[in-house]
């Protein structure tokens, strides 16, 4: 199994191979008949992309759930916000996006458009990057004014203020920074599944990449506070094979502890250079979840010193919108994403709403769980017709 | 700043470590948020052949 360091050997090493998936399984069946009912919640969507397209559920024995917590930054950026960047578009304003927040449909229409997409086909000014490099990039060579819609959790902060920093974006070009933070979230789902006298959560899918840039430290609150054994795990199947198996293992032994399973690229302590530029950069204050609520410290916003980049300054925007009802009706994608209801459980799901014509935020991004679910088949374990 | 080869495919990304020529890199919407060393591959892979004994 040892081998080179390339990427088709991650594959073999963390996909392909069948034999340790197998002898993980029957480690994690074995196991399992040592706990009652145990639930376990990600907070990544791309570790609910891999349990789903990888058929994990299927392979874990019954008393063991695995639950999509929210993990995707599309799904919970509130519609206020996506309305903003629509009337910008009609008002001049160039307005930079992430792919699949291009196609995130809004509450309340903007003369009469639902998406960013659809603002663009009828001659609003929107523009699709890879990065906010692009679109500092673009924004210093066409000199328009321009606004960047900053969605993502903490792995993206980094770009945002390092490039602030640097003194690389111009003068014409505002954030807007929708980051919001993993953390706190996972506290707040962990508390609302306690709350509301549903099976608690017993351990914890940390999210990989995110704590790339964060640190397993950053989840020792877990564990220490609350009890919970938690588990930073990478994105192949093997890896949140590895995860369930260690959760289990610290569940039978009640010894909770936060463990490193994606050791190839996540350390203690993050990654300090990035940590130091968000800090600098970055104040953390309360933020509003779509679908699920105001979440104490849990959205990064720029300092006062930053004033001259912030759209928020610019367009004299809400940093916390109102948080009332933020899904169409009959919509349960905040029930989704704190991980309460399934895909399956909405209404509108493989029904109105679709990949192909998404209307809850969770349909859109391929992180969303409706999404994953309806294109790979997140249902049948649980014998539902969805 | 850095050109990543994302399997034919390159592309520049922002990178706040120093990234050497053939390193394997994580990289995020245009960051470079990690690097991949050789050892912590073996280490990683050896763990988890552990866990099934």
Not at chain 1, 90 to 109: A, I, Q, W
Not at chain 2, 6 to 29: M, N, P, T, Y
Request: hydrophobic fraction near 40%; include cysteine; glycine fraction near 10%.
């Amino acid at each position: 199994m040892l081998g080179e360091l390339n990427q088709t050997n991650i594959v073999r090493d963390f996909r392909e191979n069948s034999e340790i998936a197998r002898l993980l399984c029957q480690k994690i069946n074995s196991l399992a008949s040592e706990v009652g009912p145990v639930k376990f919640m990600n907070f990544c969507g791309t570790h609910e992309w891999t349990t789903v397209y990888f058929g994990l559920r299927h392979l874990l024995p019954p008393n063991i759930e695995l639950v999509a917590g929210p993990g995707c930054p599309v799904c919970v950026t509130p519609s206020y916000f996506i309305e903003q960047a629509i009337r910008l578009a009609f008002e001049g304003f160039v307005v930079y996006t992430y792919g699949d927040s291009y196609r995130l449909p809004v509450l309340n229409p903007v003369d009469g458009c639902r998406t960013l997409e659809e603002a663009r086909s009828r001659g609003g000014k929107v523009k699709l990057v890879y990065s906010f490099l692009e679109a500092v990039e673009d924004a210093r060579r066409e000199k328009e004014k321009a606004v960047f819609l900053g969605i993502g959790f903490e792995t993206l902060a980094p770009i945002y203020s390092s490039l602030l920093l640097a003194g690389k974006v111009p003068e014409n070009l505002k954030l807007l920074s929708l980051v919001k933070l993993t953390p706190p979230a996972a506290r707040f789902a962990i508390k609302y599944h306690k709350d509301r006298g549903l099976l608690p959560i017993s351990g914890v899918i940390a999210p990989g990449h995110v704590s790339t840039v964060i640190g397993a430290s950053s989840w020792e609150f877990l564990p220490q506070e609350l009890g919970l054994p938690t588990v930073v795990a990478g994105f192949e199947p093997i890896d949140v094979l590895a995860a369930v198996f260690l959760l289990l293992k610290m569940c039978v032994e009640k010894r909770p502890r936060v463990e490193i399973e994606y050791k190839r690229v996540v350390s203690w302590e993050g990654n300090i250079t990035a940590k130091k530029t968000i800090a600098a950069t970055f104040r953390m204050s309360e933020s509003a979840w779509r679908g699920i609520g105001i979440i104490p410290e849990s959205g990064l916003f720029l300092k006062e010193e930053f004033s001259d980049f912030d759209a928020f300054t610019t367009f004299n925007l809400e940093h916390v919108p109102e948080a009332g009802e933020d899904l169409a009706p009959g919509c349960k994608c905040g029930e989704i994403m704190i991980g309460v209801s399934r895909p399956t459980d909405c209404p509108l799901f493989g029904k109105r709403c679709t990949p192909n014509s998404p209307v809850g935020p969770c349909m859109v991004s391929v992180e969303g769980p409706c999404n994953i679910w309806a294109r790979f088949g997140g249902s049948d374990v649980f014998g539902d017709s969805g | 700043m850095v050109l990543v080869d994302f399997g034919g495919i390159e592309k520049r990304a922002v990178s706040l470590d120093e990234v050497k020529e053939g390193e394997l890199v994580i990289v995020h919407a245009g960051l470079v948020i990690g690097k991949i060393r050789e050892e912590d591959y073996l280490r990683n892979i050896e763990e988890i052949q552990l866990l099934t004994r």
